[in-house]
């Protein structure tokens, strides 16, 4: 099976305009995502996908697998949806251009898969939640999940509710205890191309609408979201302090 990576790099960004574009030690943001993608062992292909000419003549320094897409697109699953329509390819992974600390290892592990299970349409990850802060963002998105790691529902709200020290859990603790499972869900995904292009042209749904969460829609579709369990914790670059951050990072 063939299978490409492709990265969505919006360049306007309202929290931190122009972030794909900061430059992180020499090398740009969605730069770096680029070579971290390309380190995956089972990918025959990486492009970067934008509705901006600006990313484009950025990119083109290092790479010419970039696709200009329309600018009407409301999210990364929609332009992908587009650049992959004339790539000749069997499964398609999301990336996000605002992740340029991606393991290569997760990459692939989504891939796979789908390439070993072909009833499989969409996979994704998701990290176990440590801190009780996480819990209470609504910026970080939760994942419960079915005993063979199927998403049963994403939320900004706290899922699932514990019912019994709800209010142990959330103002006299910091960690979140051991026996306690909570996941974040992380923004990549693996799709078949067939499946992906026909998700972008599913309306979208309540809930997705009501959580502002697209994966929603596939599972209000009635379709499964494989999920796999990971020790890499995003760290995508949203705002200024995030950007901060991923300097020190890089620093030491």
């Known amino acids: ?21 900061l430059d992180l030690k020499g ?7 680029y070579e971290q993608c390309l ?8 492009y970067i996908a934008t509705d901006s000419p600006e990313v484009v003549n950025s990119c083109q320094a290092y790479t010419q697998n970039i696709i200009l897409t329309d600018t009407k697109h409301e999210s990364g699953t929609d332009r992908i949806a587009e650049a992959v329509r004339h790539i000749d390819c069997d499964l398609v992974v999301n990336v996000q251009g605002d992740e340029p600390f991606i393991e290569p290892e997760l990459i692939e592990q989504l891939a796979s898969a789908l390439e070993k299970d072909r009833s ?9 939640i440590e801190q009780v802060s996480d819990l209470k963002n609504p910026n970080v998105v939760k994942v419960t999940v079915t005993k063979n790691k199927a998403a049963l529902y994403f939320s900004r709200s706290i899922i699932p509710h514990h019912r019994d020290e709800w209010e142990v859990l959330l103002n006299h603790h910091t960690t979140v205890p051991e026996s306690l499972n909570f996941y974040r869900h992380l923004g990549i995904y693996a799709y078949s191309k067939d499946f992906l ?3 972008s042209k599913m309306q979208p749904s309540y809930l997705e609408r009501l959580e502002k969460l697209e994966q929603l829609r596939a599972l209000e579709n009635g379709f499964s ?15 200024q302090e995030d950007y901060e951050k991923a300097l020190r990072l890089l620093e030491g």
Do not use: C
């Open 225 to 239: 979201i494989q999920m796999i369990e990971t020790g890499y914790n995003s760290i995508g670059i949203d705002t």
């Open 1 to 21: 099976m063939k299978t490409v990576v492709v990265i969505p790099a919006r360049l306007n960004s309202s929290r931190l305009p122009n972030k794909v574009l």
């Open 39 to 46: 380190k995956a062992q089972n990918i025959d292909a990486v």
């Open 27 to 33: 090398k740009t943001v969605v730069q770096r995502v």
């Open 197 to 199: 292009i026909d998700f």
């Open 120 to 128: 499989l349409q969409m996979s994704s990850a998701m990290h176990r």
